[in-house]
Structure formats: structure tokens, C-alpha cells
């Protein structure tokens, strides 16, 4: 738990201790659940006169989230390999799993999504293949260090003086867009392993994010630009059979369409995903994460909504520029919900420094 003295924008809801376990054990207890998983999914027909197979995939997402907040390691950056964990295996089972997949399939199912490999079909030689792994590379070492050298040196050494600072003042506007670039260039890390071995074994790795604060608006920002993995698999999951049952329905009514409503609905769930991965470690709920999503939810969704016409193309030119600066202001302004329930514990902050 953090000594800070900042409290929540939203609520404070603190939970009890986990129960630590040593790293070994609990590698074992995921390994366990992983495998209780596999039996579900495999017998779900036959356990559809108990439970439906949507309904029980539902439950084994829950558990998947419940378990990093009651079970611990006393190791701070094995706790945040653990939150992040049910986030990619929950999504993997509810909507990657298939009934009819072997024991060997399903773990490399689970090893293909969780290390975001790309298995769609290519013409590349395998001399293309390592030239973009050598990239890849190339992007995360610039990205670590631009940040070594040109972000660091941009914010305060205690990063939680941000909690302390007006949120709209425009200091404390400049530090949030400066940490959440430092947050995105930290991930550039990833780039340099998956390169890595994309160079050296030749598997190939999707890109996980494109340029997202060259974002024009919201929408281009969470729908193109930002965690693409995720956006893939919600899109080819929900969005796609959300459009399909408009057509079906022909659903013209004032509540919105389906995709819209489904929309929502994802980034509220990705808001309490998120909520819960930060309450696994600081054992505290704010709902400050949900709330930041439910707004850019809503965002999202007036854009696609009011955004008709010719204003529905990409702008270009000096228009381009003038819609990033707004975008750039619309989450500089809201990031505050954010960053706030990580820089109040002194876990991230000492993982952040790590870095």
C-alpha cells in the first residue's frame, strides 16, 4: 500500500492482503487453472444442459481476473507479469478457444496470442522477414533511448508530484502527455525482443501499436492505433456480429446501433480490466481507469455517431495537425484518471523506476 497522500478522483475501496505464495507455486496454480480450462472448454456441449457455453466461458474469465487479486508473490515485477496474465488468457479462452482443439494446439494457441505472433498468410522471403525484425529493433532501441535521454529529464523525479498539481494547469497538462509517452516508449522493450527473435527464428510478431499519438481523434487512436491485438480481437468478436445483427435487425432506433452499444460495453470492461490488474498489486479499487474508458467510450461512440459525411475522412494537411493537437488535448485532459491510481503506489513507482 502507498503512503500517498492523494486520494481517489472516484472512490477508495481498499481490499485485504493477498495470500503470498513463492513465484514457483504460483506459476504452477496458473498452469493448474490453465489446464482446468482446457477440460471445460473441450466438455462444453456436454455440460450445456448445466451451463451455456457462453455462460461458461463468462466464469472462466472472472476466475481468471479474480485470481491475481487473491493470490501474490512478494516479487513486484512478477505481480505485474501475473495482472497482466488473465487479461490476454481471458480473452484468448472466451473468444480464441475452440472445442475441438488438441492439448498441443491449445497450448499454442494460448503461446501464439499471449507473444503476439502473427500467423496470417505471407509472400515475405526470409531475408524480408529478418530485415523487419531488425526494424523492430531499431524502433524500440530509438524509442528506450529517446526516453532515456530526452523524457527522463522532462519530469520530476517523485512522478507522483503530477497527483499534487492542478489537473488542468498547464504543467501538470505537460507532465501527463510527457509520462504517458514515456509509458508508451517504455514498451519499446517489447520491440526490441520480439526483433529479436524474429531476426534469429524467423516467427514473425504484429506490431502492437502504430504511431498513436499521431492520432487524429479518439476513435482513430483506440480503433487503429493503440494495443492492436486487442482491437483485433474484439473487432473480429463482437463489433463484426454486433454489425451483422444490425443488418439482421435493421436496427434504426434512437438508442443507438448495436456496434455502438457493444462498443461501450468493451470499453467498460476494459476500464474494470484494468481496475482490477492495478487493485492486484495495490490492493486498492478506484474505478478511476473505468471511468477514464467510459468516457472515451462515449467519445468514441458521438464520433461515430456525428462524424458524417465528408468530415468522416481521414483530414490531411493543416486540419491533420489542428485534430491531433485536440486529440493530443482531449487525453492530456482526461489522462489525469488514468495515471493517477498508478502513480499513487509506490509499486509502480518502483518498477517505473527500474526503468
Given at each position: 500500500m502507498s503512503s500517498s497522500p492523494y486520494t481517489s478522483y472516484v472512490v477508495d475501496i481498499h481490499l485485504p492482503p493477498a495470500i503470498i505464495i513463492p513465484p514457483v507455486i504460483l506459476t504452477l496454480v496458473y498452469a493448474l487453472v490453465l489446464t482446468i480450462d482446457y477440460?471445460?472448454?473441450?466438455?462444453?456441449a456436454k455440460l450445456a444442459s448445466i451451463i451455456s457455453p457462453m455462460k461458461l466461458r463468462g466464469l472462466i474469465a472472472v476466475y481468471h481476473f479474480l485470481l491475481p487479486i487473491v493470490f501474490a508473490s512478494k516479487y513486484d515485477f512478477g505481480n505485474i507479469?501475473?495482472?497482466?496474465?488473465?487479461?490476454?488468457t481471458a480473452l484468448q479462452i472466451v473468444f480464441l478457444a475452440k472445442t475441438d482443439l488438441s492439448i498441443k494446439k491449445w497450448v499454442a494457441m494460448l503461446f501464439k496470442v499471449a507473444t503476439f505472433q502473427d500467423d496470417?498468410?505471407?509472400t515475405d522471403t526470409s531475408r524480408e522477414i529478418r530485415i523487419k525484425g531488425l526494424k523492430k529493433v531499431a524502433r524500440g532501441s530509438t524509442k528506450f533511448v529517446f526516453m532515456k535521454l530526452v523524457l527522463d529529464g522532462l519530469l520530476p523525479k517523485d512522478l507522483s508530484d503530477l497527483l499534487g498539481m492542478p489537473v488542468f494547469s498547464p504543467r501538470a497538462l505537460f507532465i501527463t502527455y510527457v509520462l504517458a509517452f514515456r509509458i508508451y516508449c517504455m514498451m519499446g522493450v517489447t520491440d526490441i525482443i520480439m526483433g529479436l527473435v524474429q531476426c534469429t527464428c524467423l516467427i514473425r510478431f504484429k506490431d502492437i501499436f502504430d504511431n498513436p499519438f499521431m492520432a487524429s481523434s479518439p476513435k482513430d487512436f483506440w480503433n487503429k492505433r493503440w494495443n492492436r491485438l486487442v482491437n483485433s480481437i474484439f473487432r473480429q468478436f463482437i463489433f463484426l456480429k454486433a454489425m451483422d445483427q444490425d443488418k439482421k435487425k435493421?436496427?434504426?432506433?434512437?438508442?443507438?446501433s448495436s456496434a455502438?452499444?457493444?462498443g461501450l460495453l468493451v470499453f467498460v470492461?476494459?476500464?474494470l480490466f484494468h481496475d482490477f490488474m492495478i487493485a492486484a498489486a495495490a490492493r486498492t479499487i478506484t474505478f478511476e481507469l473505468t471511468a477514464f474508458f467510459l468516457i472515451h467510450g462515449i467519445a468514441v461512440a458521438l464520433e461515430v455517431k456525428y462524424r458524417k459525411g465528408k468530415f468522416k475522412k481521414e483530414p490531411t494537411g493543416i486540419y491533420s495537425i489542428l485534430c491531433n493537437l485536440l486529440t493530443v488535448l482531449f487525453f492530456t485532459t482526461t489522462g489525469r484518471l488514468f495515471l493517477a491510481p498508478i502513480l499513487r503506489q509506490e509499486v509502480f513507482l518502483r518498477i517505473a523506476q527500474q526503468f
Open positions: 477440460v471445460l472448454i473441450k466438455n462444453e507479469s501475473f495482472m497482466l496474465q488473465p487479461w490476454t496470417s498468410p505471407t435493421e436496427d434504426k432506433t434512437g438508442g443507438g455502438m452499444r457493444y470492461l476494459s476500464g
